[in-house]
């Protein structure tokens, strides 16, 4: 594919971007062959965009959208589904492709299931390698590539190809170098706007923070913070949880005083923190429960990271105030949303403390 270059982009670059070729869709003659190919990964990032692919539709063209989901949701009428399961490359993928015998247009972006460190909330800080063209020779290709991936019905497969004939019928449009390169400049410029503007949107949230989404006693974020960290957050991003309760932890200050009590919560979450990359967050649930949201992390890192966890914690009897902190550990890597915090406090409180020193539980 033509491109201005295989990039590194955050997501709101992207819905721009996608919003452009979707435009182009919008700007062809109603009635002209058309087809509009776009994978969304999962239902509800469709479900934002519904009215823009009703509206495709409605002008006559093929409109067909990928989704990874075992069922498939509820369409405006003339838009068709793919459905392919989770575990399919197609499931990283998010595109939009437009094609016409008078033009065409795509962007294929691959999710790299990582997310901007510094990024509000985990949804807007994901990241993919994208590339875009605005040439009908890429954009067939790309026509070509998701009919072969998307293995559609007889009957849709033959809609795509009365476009795709109608496309070969007619030479490639001229001039599509001269105004090739002000529109890949173009989109450049855009992609550039944006992520200023995330940066800037990054700067002041980060200035006017919200006091409530930090604990008071330790700086910790709080379920508050949680809450609006992860909202908006589709099922496609994989999140490593750890949850550590501490047995004990509360009584503390009652037993051996404020300095006891504030030293040893200092400990664990010093354990803790030191186990964490600059893209993960540790957050108090509780008086004795932590949770560390883990993004991107795979199942056997997240394990080890409970395991040292735990390891450390059990060794701060030998540092003031020189009392034992027994831990239980639960630990998952979701794409379910909301979170399952409701399991892992279900899990991690089925198991004495003790042995999950040893044992992290897996839900």
Same mark, same amino acid.
């Given at each position: 594919?033509?491109?201005?270059?295989?990039?590194?982009?955050?997501?709101?670059?992207?819905?721009?971007?996608?919003?452009?070729?979707?435009?182009?869709?919008?700007?062809?003659?109603?009635?002209?062959?058309?087809?509009?190919?776009?994978?969304?990964?999962?239902?509800?990032?469709?479900?934002?965009?519904?009215?823009?692919?009703?509206?495709?539709?409605?002008?006559?063209?093929?409109?067909?959208?990928?989704?990874?989901?075992?069922?498939?949701?509820?369409?405006?009428?003339?838009?068709?589904?793919?459905?392919?399961?989770?575990?399919?490359?197609?499931?990283?993928?998010?595109?939009?492709?437009?094609?016409?015998?008078?033009?065409?247009?795509?962007?294929?972006?691959?999710?790299?299931?990582?997310?901007?460190?510094?990024?509000?909330?985990?949804?807007?800080?994901?990241?993919?390698?994208?590339?875009?063209?605005?040439?009908?020779?890429?954009?067939?290709?790309?026509?070509?590539?998701?009919?072969?991936?998307?293995?559609?019905?007889?009957?849709?497969?033959?809609?795509?190809?009365?476009?795709?004939?109608?496309?070969?019928?007619?030479?490639?449009?001229?001039?599509?170098?001269?105004?090739?390169?002000?529109?890949?400049?173009?989109?450049?410029?855009?992609?550039?706007?944006?992520?200023?503007?995330?940066?800037?949107?990054?700067?002041?949230?980060?200035?006017?923070?919200?006091?409530?989404?930090?604990?008071?006693?330790?700086?910790?974020?709080?379920?508050?913070?949680?809450?609006?960290?992860?909202?908006?957050?589709?099922?496609?991003?994989?999140?490593?949880?750890?949850?550590?309760?501490?047995?004990?932890?509360?009584?503390?200050?009652?037993?051996?005083?404020?300095?006891?009590?504030?030293?040893?919560?200092?400990?664990?979450?010093?354990?803790?923190?030191?186990?964490?990359?600059?893209?993960?967050?540790?957050?108090?649930?509780?008086?004795?429960?932590?949770?560390?949201?883990? #993004?991107?992390?795979? #199942?056997?890192?997240?394990?080890?990271?409970?395991?040292?966890?735990?390891?450390?914690?059990?060794?701060?009897?030998?540092?003031?105030?020189?009392?034992?902190?027994?831990?239980?550990?639960?630990?998952?890597?979701?794409?379910?949303?909301?979170?399952?915090?409701?399991?892992?406090?279900?899990?991690?409180?089925?198991?004495?403390?003790?042995?999950?020193?040893?044992?992290?539980?897996?839900?």
């Amino acid at each position: 594919m033509e491109t201005s270059g295989q990039n590194l982009f955050g997501k709101r670059v992207l819905v721009e971007l996608s919003h452009a070729i979707e435009q182009f869709a919008l700007a062809a003659r109603p009635g002209d062959p058309l087809v509009v190919v776009a994978m969304f990964q999962k239902a509800s990032y469709f479900a934002r965009e519904e009215a823009v692919y009703r509206d495709i539709a409605a002008r006559g063209a093929v409109t067909v959208v990928g989704l990874a989901e075992d069922l498939p949701p509820r369409l405006p009428p003339g838009v068709r589904h793919c459905l392919f399961p989770s575990t399919d490359e197609l499931a990283r993928e998010w595109s939009v492709t437009v094609l016409g015998p008078r033009g065409g247009a795509t962007l294929v972006a691959t999710d790299l299931e990582s997310v901007d460190p510094g990024a509000t909330t985990l949804e807007e800080g994901r990241r993919f390698r994208a590339g875009w063209s605005f040439r009908r020779a890429d954009a067939y290709g790309e026509v070509l590539r998701l009919r072969r991936a998307l293995r559609p019905t007889p009957d849709l497969r033959d809609r795509i190809d009365e476009v795709l004939h109608a496309v070969v019928s007619e030479p490639e449009p001229p001039n599509q170098d001269w105004w090739d390169v002000p529109l890949r400049f173009l989109a450049g410029r855009t992609a550039m706007a944006v992520d200023e503007r995330t940066h800037l949107a990054s700067t002041l949230a980060a200035a006017g923070t919200d006091p409530t989404e930090r604990d008071p006693r330790t700086g910790l974020y709080t379920e508050r913070f949680l809450h609006r960290w992860t909202a908006g957050l589709g099922g496609s991003l994989p999140v490593g949880l750890a949850l550590l309760r501490i047995s004990g932890l509360a009584g503390l200050r009652e037993q051996f005083g404020l300095r006891a009590a504030t030293d040893a919560l200092a400990g664990v979450t010093g354990c803790v923190q030191d186990l964490l990359g600059e893209g993960d967050r540790l957050v108090r649930l509780g008086e004795e429960d932590f949770l560390a949201v883990l #993004p991107s992390w795979a #199942p056997e890192r997240v394990l080890r990271f409970c395991e040292e966890a735990c390891a450390g914690i059990s060794r701060l009897d030998r540092v003031y105030p020189f009392v034992a902190l027994p831990v239980a550990a639960a630990a998952t890597v979701t794409r379910s949303r909301p979170l399952p915090l409701a399991e892992l406090r279900e899990r991690v409180g089925q198991h004495d403390a003790q042995e999950a020193e040893a044992e992290p539980a897996e839900v």
